[in-house]
């Protein structure tokens, strides 16, 4: 069928672009890396809206510093619509006066470089957005028409092998190829014959082997020997305080010190609590290497994740039924999938946070830095479309008082969404405090809201050195607030606290202190830990985890 | 790498089956179809999680018939995890022993069989989940052991191709396969060359050749004839009253006649509000026949959807610029990517349902009917984790007054979730009651909560024939509910309504009559509807819409 050209612009002007492409391109798709700057150039056109896969952890490095090259008086005004711009030559992009606009997540260590673009007006700012946000609106309004992508190996078809490290890949290139827009991967090696096929050649467009192998962050690697008391505290009040209390087997941890010490601790102040089995057994995470110990000790029955993380490779192959493995026998985590499992399928998050005002709201946004939230609004939030029940969801939804000005007299689950901090961070910064600075950055970054990772009305707990804030149990907004000053310590929240309404919190339940559960300070030592080393995971794992050499001081 | 046995109980576990079901399976992977049953008894043990593609539309019949077959003295207690069971032989399977425990979002024709079962306790019932909520679980503690999927086509090495109805086979496909599950497919023909690969070849087991066409029902096709005075009275209320109101232009349609109804007012109704390129722009929707005049006059940029619509393939095609249209120039909607999208992407979700309580909250169980909710739960709930800004998005959280005991001195916006009913519905059964049959259902089906479609505190419009109840700009529980009683005409709610209150009310912008709207009511004629039937529908489509024959009466 000939298709009227009045609906037929997006695959015309598509194969204008790849004839003018097709010089570059040999057999098996293949294009040799002297060649890619040219071929970008035939397929970019000015304006377009374009994805270059910048993932939390493998980036398509190659191909950016290629689209840095490209000719600007032809190139310009791009769209880039990207989980993550952690590199240089994301931001690059910007100061060369190829890309226009920015639709991201994460921006990790170039926060401060986008702001200061904003400001100067070198970068308009989409939004920033959770990761399966900027997912979805790829299939409606923010659908890339060229997508440079990353990949471990390619056959001489053009399939792909993603492997370890899939990622966004999956999610990218549909959207992408589904819209007759045009892939172009990067891939560490072309081989005969793939180890399986995790992205079909007809979904692609183009393929260069990459002169060097994509870049790598090991974004959830943490020391055990940089874990302090204070995080082991708070470790221990959320474990009896929360975890044993609510009976949550499903959960999220974040990539932070609290998180890594928690899963530190399950194998010894864990199993003194007799929670082996009744905590922990599914979790959405990464492959944590401090999770190596409760592996191994069978707490845990499936880890499904978003990512990989460098140095977990072998370990996780030798753990085929905790990990989730392919034919091939190795690992494949989508993004995206891992994120709707984190939304929908999970009954606790429990994360970190720079901030907390007194309502609840927190976030990681400073007044110079845009940083993006990556996942954590997506998992840090009640999911309203959630239909089935367990016994943690349903605990937490009854015991929130405040359900019935919501939805009557109507019953309803609730997920477990806790903000675990020190009353004083880096820096003797202060965690809780009147005023989040996204209101400041909102004002420097002409944002139209400040960027809140998570609101006041999802967080469920708040736990401190000075115990654990049950904010689900509060019947009314100045409870909620009272058990935020109770928790904040002598931060300028924490010291509007009154003694005798902090009297009243805990004798409702909704305020604890560490003695209230128990808990003696004294007792939250290194000792509890499972490994203090990233030396003694590697012995937990029998030699089968191996940390990147800056993690090695061995 | 060996890996441990301790570790690897599930690979040796399929490696068993797969050796087991080794003489059945030819080249190619190709099993002939008398050869099913006897591979079902390989591959299938007691007590397994599996899963029967059964669809929204398109259904695995052929193997699910199979699956009837199979000696119960060896496979029994099956756990049924799949998206909709709306086939007979679906629920066969309890009845025949077979199969014990389900997980669904969507049960159509079967929802009252279902209820039967469970009070007679013949099945025991999971959870009724909503799509995206299931597929999560696929990837954590609902893992299909085995699942039985189909496709239009194979070829000899067993890639599949899905195409116009691809739907859940690529979530099921990789739940399955990367947790060492099997998967088998039934596709309507092998081929030698695919369009296109959707599944490759090495995430599938056993490829069988059905003998007859998989089952595809039109679910979202609805004939304008059927159109009442009433619907367009509705669809003029919510098009002057919410999508010009709030300027919605990304939206979600359900499947009812509401929907259908406004789709066919905008190139009339919506023109004469100066609307075309203010609304409706990006849709995520299943190619609704009800769409084709909006599309022809321009209305429409992007359309993506869970799923395909029998009769549209040759239309679909032809407006490659609208709909999402692979390189082999037919459309592929993968109905989870699709619902990440319909959660985070649009700023409105408008669908009708069977029962509305006083505190607005909804559903369309009945006392012995387990319906399932498939989408709406999703669609029609508040995003939380949403970030990014949009007009209509921020009016509506901006006019919230309940937010700031939510979340304090702190803006945010709000999706916008219309329900559209007539006070009376089919055989004048009230839609506004005092309590939900989803209580009775509960209590007869033994679930732990009543099943509701869409909370009260998610919804924020409600038309009837009454009017606009803006119950997002209600400041309290008290005036929701008199808004709710407003809207609710002469039913048992309704009669309850104070005149001075409901005066209030229109004063106050919280309720708005059709005359407050500047609407008469005998101007909502079926002379606004821009197609009075399939047969102009089929004419606005240039003869490419092609209607199943049960629409046709010419």
């Given at each position: 069928?000939?298709?009227?050209?009045?609906?037929?612009?997006?695959?015309?002007?598509?194969?204008?672009?790849?004839?003018?492409?097709?010089?570059?391109?040999?057999?098996?798709?293949?294009?040799?890396?002297?060649?890619?700057?040219?071929?970008?150039?035939?397929?970019?056109?000015?304006?377009?809206?374009?994805?270059?896969?910048?993932?939390?952890?493998?980036?398509?490095?190659?191909?950016?510093?290629?689209?840095?090259?490209?000719?600007?008086?032809?190139?310009?005004?791009?769209?880039?619509?990207?989980?993550?711009?952690?590199?240089?030559?994301?931001?690059?992009?910007?100061?060369?006066?190829?890309?226009?606009?920015?639709?991201?997540?994460?921006?990790?260590?170039?926060?401060?470089?986008?702001?200061?673009?904003?400001?100067?007006?070198?970068?308009?700012?989409?939004?920033?957005?959770?990761?399966?946000?900027?997912?979805?609106?790829?299939?409606?309004?923010?659908?890339?028409?060229?997508?440079?992508?990353?990949?471990?190996?390619?056959?001489?078809?053009?399939?792909?092998?993603?492997?370890?490290?899939?990622?966004?890949?999956?999610?990218?290139?549909?959207?992408?190829?589904?819209?007759?827009?045009?892939?172009?991967?990067?891939?560490?090696?072309?081989?005969?014959?793939?180890?399986?096929?995790?992205?079909?050649?007809?979904?692609?467009?183009?393929?260069?082997?990459?002169?060097?192998?994509?870049?790598?962050?090991?974004?959830?690697?943490?020391?055990?020997?940089?874990?302090?008391?204070?995080?082991?505290?708070?470790?221990?009040?959320?474990?009896?305080?929360?975890?044993?209390?609510?009976?949550?087997?499903?959960?999220?941890?974040?990539?932070?010190?609290?998180?890594?010490?928690?899963?530190?601790?399950?194998?010894?102040?864990?199993?003194?609590?007799?929670?082996?089995?009744?905590?922990?057994?599914?979790?959405?995470?990464?492959?944590?290497?401090?999770?190596?110990?409760?592996?191994?000790?069978?707490?845990?029955?499936?880890?499904?994740?978003?990512?990989?993380?460098?140095?977990?490779?072998?370990?996780?192959?030798?753990?085929?039924?905790?990990?989730?493995?392919?034919?091939?026998?190795?690992?494949?985590?989508?993004?995206?999938?891992?994120?709707?499992?984190?939304?929908?399928?999970?009954?606790?998050?429990?994360?970190?946070?720079?901030?907390?005002?007194?309502?609840?709201?927190?976030?990681?946004?400073?007044?110079?830095?845009?940083?993006?939230?990556?996942?954590?609004?997506?998992?840090?939030?009640?999911?309203k479309g959630r239909r089935h029940v367990t016994g943690s969801w349903l605990k937490c939804g009854k015991?929130?008082?405040?359900?019935?000005?919501?939805?009557?007299?109507?019953?309803?689950?609730?997920?477990?969404?806790?903000?675990?901090?020190?009353?004083?961070?880096?820096?003797?910064?202060?965690?809780?405090?009147?005023?989040?600075?996204?209101?400041?950055?909102?004002?420097?970054?002409?944002?139209?809201?400040?960027?809140?990772?998570?609101?006041?009305?999802?967080?469920?707990?708040?736990?401190?050195?000075?115990?654990?804030?049950?904010?689900?149990?509060?019947?009314?907004?100045?409870?909620?607030?009272?058990?935020?000053?109770?928790?904040?310590?002598?931060?300028?929240?924490?010291?509007?606290?009154?003694?005798?309404?902090?009297?009243?919190?805990?004798?409702?339940?909704?305020?604890?202190?560490?003695?209230?559960?128990?808990?003696?300070?004294?007792?939250?030592?290194?000792?509890?830990?499972?490994?203090?080393?990233?030396?003694?995971?590697?012995?937990?794992?029998?030699?089968?985890?191996?940390?990147?050499?800056?993690?090695?001081?061995?």
């Amino acid at each position: 069928m000939t298709v009227d050209k009045k609906w037929n612009a997006i695959a015309a002007d598509t194969d204008e672009r790849m004839a003018a492409a097709a010089p570059f391109i040999g057999k098996g798709k293949e294009v040799h890396p002297d060649n890619v700057v040219p071929l970008l150039e035939a397929v970019i056109r000015a304006g377009d809206c374009l994805n270059i896969e910048g993932n939390n952890q493998k980036q398509a490095d190659f191909l950016a510093e290629c689209l840095n090259k490209v000719d600007k008086g032809k190139i310009h005004d791009l769209h880039m619509v990207q989980s993550s711009v952690p590199l240089a030559s994301h931001l690059d992009l910007f100061e060369n006066g190829i890309a226009k606009k920015l639709d991201f997540a994460y921006a990790g260590p170039m926060g401060a470089r986008i702001a200061k673009f904003i400001r100067e007006g070198t970068l308009e700012l989409g939004a920033i957005h959770t990761y399966l946000e900027l997912f979805g609106r790829y299939f409606l309004d923010l659908t890339p028409r060229v997508s440079l992508i990353c990949a471990y190996e390619a056959d001489r078809e053009g399939n792909l092998y993603t492997g370890f490290n899939t990622e966004d890949t999956p999610v990218i290139v549909e959207a992408t190829k589904f819209k007759k827009g045009i892939v172009i991967a990067q891939v560490n090696k072309i081989v005969d014959k793939l180890p399986r096929v995790d992205i079909p050649a007809d979904w692609v467009d183009a393929v260069v082997e990459s002169p060097k192998p994509f870049f790598l962050e090991p974004l959830f690697t943490r020391d055990p020997n940089l874990i302090t008391e204070g995080q082991i505290l708070l470790g221990m009040l959320a474990l009896k305080g929360i975890y044993k209390e609510y009976g949550t087997t499903r959960v999220n941890h974040g990539a932070g010190f609290l998180a890594a010490t928690i899963e530190l601790l399950l194998p010894t102040y864990g199993a003194s609590l007799d929670l082996k089995g009744k905590i922990c057994t599914h979790m959405m995470i990464n492959p944590h290497p401090t999770m190596i110990p409760a592996i191994e000790e069978g707490w845990t029955e499936v880890i499904y994740g978003p990512g990989g993380e460098v140095g977990m490779e072998e370990y996780v192959v030798a753990r085929p039924d905790v990990f989730c493995i392919g034919a091939d026998g190795t690992m494949r985590n989508n993004r995206a999938y891992s994120h709707v499992l984190g939304h929908y399928g999970l009954d606790m998050f429990i994360g970190g946070t720079l901030q907390i005002d007194p309502w609840g709201n927190s976030s990681t946004a400073t007044a110079s830095r845009v940083a993006g939230f990556g996942g954590a609004p997506n998992l840090g939030c009640d999911a309203k479309g959630r239909r089935h029940v367990t016994g943690s969801w349903l605990k937490c939804g009854k015991e929130f008082p405040q359900m019935e000005g919501q939805i009557g007299r109507m019953p309803r689950g609730k997920k477990l969404v806790v903000q675990g901090v020190e009353t004083f961070g880096d820096k003797r910064a202060p965690t809780f405090v009147e005023e989040l600075d996204a209101w400041k950055l909102a004002e420097n970054a002409k944002l139209d809201l400040p960027p809140v990772m998570i609101y006041g009305d999802d967080v469920t707990h708040i736990v401190t050195e000075e115990g654990i804030a049950y904010l689900s149990r509060c019947p009314s907004m100045e409870a909620r607030m009272a058990a935020i000053r109770a928790v904040a310590g002598v931060t300028e929240v924490g010291l509007k606290a009154k003694p005798e309404e902090t009297k009243r919190l805990r004798e409702a339940g909704i305020f604890k202190t560490p003695a209230d559960l128990g808990i003696k300070r004294e007792d939250a030592t290194r000792d509890l830990l499972a490994a203090k080393s990233l030396r003694e995971l590697v012995a937990w794992s029998g030699g089968l985890y191996n940390p990147p050499a800056r993690f090695r001081n061995w």
